[in-house]
């Protein structure tokens, strides 16, 4: 709470200090529209590289997934926008966040919203995002490690205020039960459009494809941009998200099975694990606040605040593993209350200037990051055991305590045999041996700087380094303090060049990065009680990427090819003395890959946005494990979507649409012998989208593909959406 009124009170002043000092007076706002009508085009964003930086200046890849790709596809959910990014697959997680990334060979969140850490478990509602960012490579300089993983970044950039008063309300309905209505409205507060507020609503309902399961909640957000002078801008928005669903579970222990594919199991893709009566209910919150003040031509101050939540009340979790080719045993692990605060604060000043004739693009930066998890959760007696974990359902040796062994809850895996469905008020009523509450802390400060010399005309050359300082506090335990704690600073360099040999055409790229995760110290099995820690430095991940990027005739043309070569060292893996626990930071993973991405709009109305990647991903250390390809990374991807919409005359508004999404076989396990099946999704739409309304119908998976996701998920058959938008 402190932190939250200190950086309130730096707002404030910030705020207060602009008023004194400028005239106030109306000046252009850029316009956002509220409906996607052009094309595809990867426009410049600053918060890619906090620089002003055109695509062709930058030495970083990126890709961004815009509003008019979100509205056109009529993306209901965060997966079915990401379906357009160029190497890039989607899924729900192992624990069904719902925006689980894969990039370059390695799975990451959508964990950052307009720049600032946003847990994963605060998911991002489509309602609200204006764009998504997706930034490849390890990105530690700008966006630390605490989140960013080494494939990149997601930046999930929400929609702001604009001058002019308008809206639109959507209403899609369709396949099980699909029900979703969202409204999106701007206006203007005062006549002199100096201060702008901006709302989205939405309520959706929709069950599941198999035999139990649903997801449903509402969602609010608002933006409020008030113009305090024409040097001075501040921008205040909050969400309000409460999700409700049942888990789709990931099964444990693949690796005990004879079986080698999912196909194998093709007979349960319908059926459900669980049921109508254990959906996970989350409630998330965010709000942010952000000043803008130009000092002058050469400089600007951008001071950022955010807070997130994440509660979770009741949850169940479903842990499932394979006994073997037949059996499924069914675990659970309810919560209490988990809860994840987060508070991040983040200064950046942004300087365009020259030295003699050399211009520099310069950011230098502060970012202090807060989170804290608070979690309550049952301590019951399984047989002669107490657990705070698993717990095997339906628990017959707790409700009968003289059975001295608890017995699996076991399923069938076939077609015909009942699965009992799991009850809540089966678990509310056993008996509990206690109950536990740990509170977990961890902070990192960090300062960065990043600037881009234009040596001449064409050529860049970009150099930046990061100071990260990480402290996991000693977590609190039923009020009393555990050991754990630990520190760790970190330096994340990158260095980029950029020659464009064609000004503003073609340009040639090189780049190397660096990311970072820090490693927690294990205790010493050595140690006789268990109380020595070995401490550890932080996992490093290094990237070198050289590729062209190049924007032909007449703009129409945008396209990235790209090579990359990237190397994970100082992993934790087994200690090969064989003592059990003790491990040595001796891992490394060997990740390269090769990308191209497309977006072209070869004559007006028609656009394509297309992408493949290939990524070879395998261990090289001294682990059991070497030489095979890390579980849950697919060696080729790619996807193409075309659209086509007539801009004038009689039929004026009618547009077509169709697209693919291919993804490779993936190990489900690091054993690699059991995986799941490629598969192609095919998508396809048509609309009718006029000045005041639209409508549209979309097919997601038209082919009807029975496939699976990373972690053997199943995913959904045919879905037919019907959309009906209103816009004034």
């Given amino acids: 709470m402190k932190k939250t009124i200190i950086s309130a009170s730096l707002l404030a002043v910030t705020m207060l200090s602009a008023q004194e000092s400028d005239t106030l007076k109306v000046a252009e706002i850029q316009s956002v529209s509220l409906q996607g009508t052009h094309n595809y085009r990867t426009k410049k964003s600053e918060s890619v590289a906090r620089l002003p930086l055109e695509n062709l200046e930058n030495p970083t890849v990126y890709n961004l997934v815009p509003k008019e790709i979100i509205s056109e596809m009529n993306a209901t959910d965060f997966n079915t926008a990401m379906a357009s990014a160029p190497g890039v697959v989607v899924s729900n997680s192992v624990n069904d966040s719902g925006n689980d990334v894969f990039l370059r060979g390695f799975s990451s969140n959508a964990s950052f919203r307009n720049g600032l850490i946003q847990n994963p478990r605060v998911q991002s509602e489509i309602a609200n995002i204006e764009r998504v960012e997706v930034i490849k490579g390890p990105s530690g300089t700008l966006f630390g490690g605490t989140l960013a993983n080494y494939g990149g970044v997601v930046n999930v950039v929400t929609k702001k205020p604009q001058e002019n008063f308008g809206g639109i309300i959507n209403y899609t309905t369709g396949s099980w039960g699909m029900n979703r209505i969202t409204a999106d409205v701007n206006t203007p507060l005062n006549k002199e459009k100096t201060a702008l507020a901006r709302f989205n609503v939405a309520a959706y309902s929709q069950d599941s494809f198999q035999d139990a399961g649903y997801n449903k ?54 059926r459900s694990f669980t049921s109508n009566d254990v959906g996970s209910k989350r409630t998330n919150f965010v709000t942010m606040a952000e000043v803008t003040h130009k000092f002058n031509d050469q400089w600007t101050s951008r001071t950022s605040y955010q807070r997130g939540e994440a509660n979770e009340k009741e949850s169940i979790f479903l842990v499932l593993n394979y006994k073997d080719n037949n059996t499924v045993s069914r675990s659970i692990r309810p919560f209490d209350n988990y809860k994840i605060t987060t508070d991040n604060i983040q200064q950046n000043f942004i300087g365009d200037f020259k030295i003699g004739n050399l211009r520099n693009r310069l950011v230098v930066g502060v970012d202090y990051f807060q989170q804290t998890s608070k979690n309550q959760y049952p301590v019951y007696k399984v047989g002669k055991n107490s657990s705070s974990a698993f717990v095997p359902y339906p628990l017959d040796g707790i409700i009968n305590p003289d059975k001295s062994k608890q017995e699996d809850d076991v399923v069938i895996l076939n077609s015909t ?51 990260d300082n990480y402290k996991n506090e000693n977590m609190i335990s039923n009020g009393a303090e555990k050991q754990g704690e630990y520190k760790q600073t970190q330096f994340a360099p990158k260095f980029g060049l950029v020659y464009e040999i064609v000004k503003e055409k073609v340009s040639f790229f090189a780049n190397y990065v660096n990311g970072f995760k820090n490693v927690a110290p294990q205790r010493d099995p050595r140690d006789k009680n268990g109380n020595t820690f070995i401490e550890y430095k932080p996992e490093q991940g290094n990237q070198f990427e050289a590729g062209f990027k190049l924007d ?10 790209s090579y990359y ?11 090969p003395s064989g003592i059990t626990g003790l491990y040595i930071q001796d891992g490394n993973i060997k990740n390269q890959g090769f990308e191209v991405d497309i977006v072209a709009n070869p004559v007006k109305g028609w656009n ?121």
């Fill in 417 to 467: 045999s009942p699965w009992a469905p799991i009850s809540r008020d089966i678990i509310k009523s056993l008996p509990r041996n206690g109950t536990m509450f740990d509170i977990n802390k961890v902070t990192t400060f960090s300062v960065y700087a990043s600037d881009v010399l234009n040596i001449t005309d064409n050529l860049l050359v970009m150099a930046s380094l990061r100071m």
């Fill in 608 to 728: 394509i946005v297309a992408g493949y990647g290939f990524n070879d991903n395998k261990f090289d250390d001294r682990s059991p494990d070497a030489g095979k390809r890390s579980a849950w990374t697919p060696k080729h991807v790619a996807n193409f979507w075309t659209s086509y919409k007539i801009m004038d005359g009689a039929y004026e508004g009618l547009g077509f649409g169709a697209g693919f999404n291919f993804v490779d076989k993936t190990y489900i396990n690091i054993k690699n012998h059991f995986l799941a099946p490629a598969y192609t999704t095919v998508g396809a739409t048509v609309f009718y989208d006029k000045k005041k309304y639209r409508i549209g119908v979309k097919m997601n998976n038209a082919l009807n593909q029975t496939y699976w996701n990373f972690y053997g998920q199943p995913q959904k058959p045919r879905e037919f959406l019907a959309n009906f938008a209103f816009k004034f």
């Fill in 217 to 270: 909640g509402v969602f609010f957000s608002g933006s409020i941009l008030y113009k305090v002078s024409d040097k001075t801008t501040v921008t205040l928005d909050t969400e309000f998200h409460a999700p409700e669903k049942t888990l789709n579970a990931y099964v444990r222990k693949s690796e005990d099975l004879t079986l080698h594919s999912m196909k194998d199991l093709a007979a349960i893709h319908g």
């Fill in 552 to 561: 032909l005739l007449g703009k129409k043309l945008l396209t990235t090819v």
């Fill in 565 to 575: 070569n990237m190397k994970i060292k100082d992993r934790l893996i087994a200690d």
